[in-house]
Nanobody, 123 residues
Framework: QVQLVESGGRLVQAEDSLRLSCAAT????????IYWFRRAPGKEREFVAA????????SYADSVKGRFTISRDNAKNTAYLQMNRLKPEDTAVYYC????????????????WGQGTQVTVSS
């Protein structure tokens, strides 16, 4: 399993933009599909976006489609989540994880979770 560290979360205003980063310390980063999940207060962890090994395919939750963009730079062992037109309901802890399989949506497929990065959107 690849170890990933999320960063970039902070307090922003509604309609602002924010970019989260997901960095790996290992070169095996390119061997993994990268996923972003989030967990809002009082809610279950949910899928946000995924990008395949080469960045050729991306998938998004309906709630973020058209506003969020996932990308990756395998040379930098880093993935990103560009979040535009943020809404208060995007407030959550955001997590990135790697997996060998593309197309997953269930948090249960990923085992344990790290600390994530907090995104707070004020209205």
């Amino acid at each position: 399993q690849v170890q990933l560290v999320e960063s970039g979360g902070r307090l922003v205003q509604a309609e602002d933009s924010l970019r989260l980063s997901c960095a790996a310390t290992e070169s095996i980063f390119s061997a993994f599909v990268i996923y972003w999940f989030r967990r809002a207060p009082g809610k279950e962890r949910e899928f946000v976006a995924a990008i395949d090994w080469n960045g050729d395919e991306q998938s998004y939750a309906d709630s973020v489609k058209g506003r969020f963009t996932i990308s990756r730079d395998n040379a930098k062992n880093t993935a990103y989540l560009q979040m535009n037109r943020l809404k208060p309901e995007d407030t959550a802890v955001y997590y990135c994880r790697g997996h060998s399989t593309y197309g997953l949506r269930s948090p249960g497929a990923f085992g344990s979770w790290g600390q994530g990065t907090q995104v707070t959107v004020s209205s």
